[in-house]
Nanobody
Framework: QVQLVESGGGLVKTGGSLRLSCAATGRRISVNFMGWYRQGPGKERDVVANITSLGNRNYADSVKGRFTISMDNAKNTVYLQMNSLVPEDTAVYYC?????????????WGQGTQVTVSS
């Protein structure tokens, strides 16, 4: 029943900006944690940023000062504002969330959205 739906990826030039969004849907869900991961060509999937329902945020060193993560608890939606993009940011970006329905908390993944930064 729980799904994470991502949007906002695209093609931009170096120095440009994009805003990603990810909405968690389901019946009577409680979202405790949401985050963004990315996987570039030939690379492993790495954490970009994450946020708890209390607003505690964490960023990878490579994006500090350029990316901002935020969460709308009422809408169960997480956003990633990406500024000053560089080609090294090119990757498929995946949303992840820890979601509680009836029973234990489970982890879910979004479908991924492509971000391409040209030089």
């Amino acid at each position: 029943q729980v799904q994470l739906v991502e949007s906002g990826g695209g093609l931009v030039k170096t120095g440009g900006s994009l805003r990603l969004s990810c909405a968690a849907t389901g019946r009577r869900i409680s979202v405790n944690f949401m985050g963004w991961y990315r996987q570039g060509p030939g690379k492993e999937r790495d954490v970009v940023a994450n946020i708890t329902s209390l607003g505690n945020r964490n960023y990878a060193d490579s994006v500090k000062g350029r990316f901002t993560i935020s969460m709308d608890n009422a809408k169960n939606t997480v956003y990633l504002q990406m500024n000053s993009l560089v080609p090294e940011d090119t990757a498929v970006y995946y949303c992840a969330a820890l979601v509680k329905e009836i029973g234990p908390i489970r982890q879910y993944w979004g479908q991924g959205t492509q971000v391409t930064v040209s030089s």
